[in-house]
């Protein structure tokens, strides 16, 4: 147990220690002074050796001891203050500059205690006594200068204006890093005014340059654009030469080709000439030939024919006029015959008519019977054959067959004819008298 308590004691002696530590113990930032005043916090100016009523550190740690000493810190940060400054010119032409400060507390002792006894609790009043200080300095500065010095020379203004603020900034233990004037106006217009002769001769040299400019911008392209149609044309030249040389090429080869074609062709053609010659034409001739001399001996034996016809046709003309002469003169001589044998023996004649076409007489007698619609035979069939010799001996069958057979014959002697049916004597039936009956 009292090994532990020892232990704790000397844990909580240690938290303490650090505790007591970190409560007096200080470290100043890079960009901070620590200003340490109070019991024992004095120390000298390692830049000047005058003993100072306070302490500064700056990089490092210090032992602060509380209730007796008091640690503040004083920033060494940049800092911007801005300018904006009525003047009057030498000229009395009032003016508006513009311009910005770039400052901060000096790195030296002698400039942090200078700003430590000034800004230590009123840092922030830094900016409003620099714009003051630089303002003045400002006004001074510009009062002893024309607009146009002010617009020709803005770094001999900045110059003079920082030289002059340097020693009172020393004092308040600060530093420029940097002034810069921005813009400077005025209410009248005077520094327009003023720079108008100049603006319209910038802008007359302007235009001039740029005319002179486009003009050598024009020459150049007009140059330019005839180098290329000096070179397209000469490009063209050569095309067309080569193109000629080409086409020329070509010709002759196509020349070379339709000579070479034409006399493939030529000599296709004569070997089809005498192949036509060969198969076609001597064959076609050789038939041809063959064909007429049929034809010619066609012709001859038609002539032949048509002439034996034609001898033929007059023969058999001649003899069947002969025959028919020949006829006349028998069929004359049987008329005259029958004439005479009429004229002697009429009843002989008759009767031998009546012998000759005894078939049709009987014929025709028969049809007379036609003409009946009602007949009654007696005695059977010896009544009938009664009947029939009747009608042709008293009917007038028989007779009228008779006379005209008889006119007939007188007909060949200067009589009258016989009755003719068709260019032939008429037959027993034809030759009845109409009305008959049996």
């Not at 009602?374 to 009228?400: Q, R």
Request: charged share 25%; hydrophobic share 45%; aromatic share 2%.
């Amino acid at each position: 147990m009292p090994i532990v308590a020892l232990a704790i004691g000397a844990v909580v002696a240690v938290i303490i220690l650090i505790i007591i530590f970190k409560a007096i113990w200080r470290v100043a930032e890079p960009n901070e002074a620590l200003i340490i005043s109070g019991l024992g916090a004095r120390a000298h100016n390692r830049d000047t050796a005058e003993s100072l009523g306070f302490k500064i550190t700056t990089g490092k740690g210090t032992l602060v001891l509380p209730g007796f000493q008091t640690c503040r810190r004083l920033s060494l940060d940049t800092r911007v203050s801005t300018l904006e400054v009525t003047c009057v010119t030498s000229q009395g032409i009032k003016v508006h500059v513009r311009g910005v400060v770039i400052y901060k507390v000096g790195d030296d002792f002698t400039s942090i205690a200078n700003a430590a006894r000034r800004f230590l609790d009123q840092q922030k009043l830094m900016d409003d006594k620099t714009h003051q200080l630089f303002a003045g300095h400002l006004r001074s500065i510009v009062g002893n200068l024309t607009v146009e010095d002010l617009l020709r020379d803005r770094d001999r203004l900045t110059n003079q204006v920082r030289t002059s603020s340097a020693d009172e900034m020393g004092k308040l233990g600060l530093v420029v890093d940097s002034l810069q004037i921005q813009d400077i106006e005025d209410e009248v217009g005077y520094i327009d005014n003023l720079g108008k002769p100049d603006s319209a001769a910038v802008a007359a040299a302007a235009r001039i340059a740029e005319a002179q400019r486009n003009q050598e911008a024009t020459e150049a392209e007009q140059r330019a654009e005839q180098a290329n149609a000096g070179q397209v044309r000469d490009t063209e030249i050569k095309k067309r030469e080569y193109q000629g040389q080409v086409d020329q090429a070509a010709a002759e080869a196509r020349q070379q080709v339709i000579l070479k074609e034409t006399k493939n062709a030529e000599l296709e053609a004569d070997r089809r000439e005498k192949a036509l010659e060969a198969e076609v034409r001597k064959p076609a001739d050789a038939k041809a030939y063959e064909r007429v001399t049929l034809a010619e001996a066609e012709r001859q034996a038609a002539v032949a024919t048509a002439s034996a016809k034609a001898e033929a046709t007059k023969m058999a003309g001649q003899a069947e006029a002969e025959a028919t002469r020949v006829k006349g003169l028998a069929e004359a001589e049987s008329i005259k015959a029958r004439a005479d044998a009429l004229a002697e023996n009429q009843e002989a004649v008759i009767a031998q008519q009546l012998a000759e076409n005894w078939p049709e007489i009987v014929a025709a007698g028969a049809k007379v019977f036609g003409n009946v619609d009602n007949m009654v035979v007696l005695n059977g069939a010896e009544g009938v054959e009664d009947m029939l010799a009747k009608a042709l001996t008293l009917g007038g069958t028989g007779l009228g067959v008779a006379r005209q057979l008889l006119a007939s014959m007188n007909g060949q002697n200067g009589q009258p004819d016989l009755a003719v049916h068709n260019g032939r004597p008429a037959s027993p039936e034809q030759a009845i008298e109409p009305g008959g009956t049996a």
